[in-house]
Antibody, heavy 121, light 106 residues
Framework: QITLKESGPTLVKPTQTLTLTCTFS??????????VGWIRQPPGKALEWLAL???????RYSPSLKSRLTITKDTSKNQVVLTMTNMDPVDTATYYC?????????????WGQGTLVTVSS | DIQMTQSPSTLSASVGDRVTITCRAS??????LAWYQQKPGKAPKLLIY???SLESGVPSRFSGSGSGTEFTLTISSLQPDDFATYYC????????FGQGTKVEIK
């Protein structure tokens, strides 16, 4: 059974750096083709993909946020970490991590419950 | 960047209705399209992938069609559990979501 869970601060100040951790179980990020992505959703708005890391450490970033994002993985801990620099109130959102399989859908099939991050001074 | 446009933004329907949601891509994405259902306070749930493949465990009243730039999600007979917001997502080049379609009770 695949599960993912996001953790990190619920409140950050403008200009600060956000660090979120996705802890997962039920799959290995050393399995060929597998990836873990981050997606966010501002309150009442649509979903926005942020970043994805593959089993081979290949990384993809949203072009509009690339300069502010870093995604890393710790395969031994079953964790993926996303950092976002220079946070702004418009970055207030629920942040999700999700599993991307090799076979089948090849897109996000299992999602974490999400964590709400508020950016405010 | 590939842009995804859904229509309508809101849809009012009754239980038992046939419902169709449309998604248009700004350029061809072949069949690399997924549909998600999201309920308030919950994570999105994958319904359809590769435009027309039903995710395991998803009721057969959900179906998807299309290729290239035009796609549809159809719910053949709307059930009470189906009132939610639906998002299309392309994964031909990175990942982009549509703005969502809220299906509400008429």
């Amino acid at each position: 059974q695949i599960t993912l869970k996001e953790s990190g601060p619920t409140l950050v100040k403008p200009t600060q750096t956000l660090t979120l951790t996705c802890t997962f179980s039920g799959f290995s990020l050393s399995t060929s083709g597998v990836g873990v992505g981050w997606i966010r959703q501002p309150p009442g708005k649509a979903l926005e993909w942020l970043a994805l890391i593959y089993w081979n450490d290949d990384k993809r970033y949203s072009p509009s946020l690339k300069s502010r994002l870093t995604i890393t993985k710790d395969t031994s801990k079953n964790q993926v970490v996303l950092t976002m620099t220079n946070m702004d109130p418009v970055d207030t959102a629920t942040y999700y991590c999700a599993h991307r399989p090799l076979m089948g859908s090849s897109t996000f099939d299992y999602w974490g419950q999400g964590t709400l991050v508020t950016v405010s001074s | 960047d590939i842009q995804m446009t859904q229509s309508p933004s809101t849809l009012s329907a009754s239980v038992g209705d046939r419902v169709t949601i449309t998604c248009r891509a700004s350029q061809s994405i072949s069949s690399w399209l997924a549909w998600y259902q999201q309920k308030p306070g919950k994570a999105p749930k994958l319904l359809i992938y590769k435009a027309s493949s039903l995710e395991s465990g998803v009721p057969s009243r959900f179906s998807g069609s299309g290729s290239g730039t035009e796609f549809t999600l159809t719910i053949s007979s709307l059930q009470p559990d189906d009132f939610a917001t639906y998002y299309c997502q392309q994964y031909n080049s990175f990942w982009t979501f549509g703005q969502g379609t809220k299906v509400e009770i008429k």
